[in-house]
């Protein structure tokens, strides 16, 4: 959503959900708040979290696999 309007569906652009509190990429106009990023936040927020929110921390996932001390030792003297 920009000042001269949206592109999105016919230039329809939704206002942002609840869970965009706080996000740096949601803008106030004149007819509400709305994503400069996405033209339908809820459709973000639908599987878990919106990968372009600015507001919410991303974990690194943590690899469950044990690696063997001896070869790890190996590989590092090459």
């Known amino acids: 959503m920009t000042v001269e309007g949206c592109s999105y569906n016919g230039g329809s652009c939704h206002h942002v959900v609840e869970k965009c509190d706080g996000c740096n990429r949601s803008q106030e106009l ?9 033209p339908e ?3 973000k927020w639908k ?5 372009l929110a600015t507001h919410v921390a ?3 996932a943590v690899s469950g696999t044990r690696i063997n001390p001896l070869k790890a030792s190996k590989r590092g003297n090459r």
């Open 30 to 38: 004149s007819s509400g708040w709305y994503c400069s990023a996405c």
């Open 41 to 43: 936040p809820a459709v």
């Open 47 to 51: 599987n878990g979290s919106c990968n």
């Open 58 to 60: 991303k974990t690194a």
